[in-house]
């Protein structure tokens, strides 16, 4: 079955620096991939997701990046802020009988600090 | 996007009782899931919740130990039977719009 693997565990960065988190995917057919951003004690919330025909998204200081070949997808925050801080998650999914199952990935502990 | 709805937020509840979990979103969907979250752990799927059929579990998970129903399209409910401290974890649906998930904000549940 699918298996999503992120990197890093964890990532410590000064306030204004970017953050970069990347994830790799198993099943070549899987074909979207969203990232949410869960802070402590809430819910996960998408922050962005990018679907198999597409290279490259931005929403203002968030982007994320995919690599079909490679099977590979990247998360790119810059100018980070304290309020950054949080765990991330990526996703993988496919298609199947008409919904997305997706697959999260073990998570990422971004912390900006001041 | 769905606004989703939980209840109950926590509980603390004896090993050998049996807990329902409700999730409620403001607009019609086909699809809902519910997740287990360990504290500092990633997200694992339960099963799907689809309307007007069987639920379908994920490896690991069984009907007899995690019952949902599914009765329409806004309502979902998970139970956790026979609990032991194992079970101790948080519990999220999510509803499904045309591709994203959007989730509800959990029941921290805490087995004795």
């Known amino acids: 079955g699918e298996n999503v693997e992120q990197h890093p565990s964890t990532l410590s960065v000064q306030e204004g620096d970017s953050a970069v988190i990347k994830c790799t995917y198993s099943d070549s057919a899987s074909n979207y991939f969203p990232w949410y951003k869960q802070e402590l004690g809430k819910r996960p919330q998408l922050i962005i997701d990018?679907?198999?025909?597409?290279g490259e998204k931005k929403d203002q200081r968030i982007a994320v990046t995919l690599n079909k070949t490679a099977k590979h997808f990247s998360l790119h925050i810059t100018e980070t802020q304290p309020e950054d801080s949080a765990v991330y998650f990526c996703?993988?999914?496919?298609?199947?009988?008409?919904?997305?199952?997706?697959?999260f990935g073990a998570g990422t502990r971004l912390a900006v600090h001041p | 996007s769905a606004v989703i709805s939980q209840k109950p937020s926590r509980d603390i509840c004896q090993r050998g009782t049996s807990l329902t979990i409700q999730c409620q979103v403001d607009?019609?969907?086909?699809?809902m899931f519910w997740y287990r979250q360990q504290p500092g752990q990633s997200l694992t799927l339960i099963a799907t919740a689809n309307q007007g059929s069987e639920a379908t579990y994920e490896s690991g998970f069984v009907i007899d130990k995690f019952p949902i129903s599914r009765p329409n399209l806004t309502f979902s409910t998970l139970t956790v039977s026979n609990m032991s401290p194992e079970d101790s974890s948080i519990y999220l649906c999510s509803a499904q719009g045309a591709e994203t998930q959007y989730f509800g904000p959990g029941t921290r549940l805490l087995v004795l």
């Open positions: 996703a993988a999914s496919k298609l199947t009988g008409g919904y997305n199952k997706l697959i």
């Open positions: 990018i679907r198999s025909n597409v």
């Open positions: 607009s019609q969907v086909t699809m």
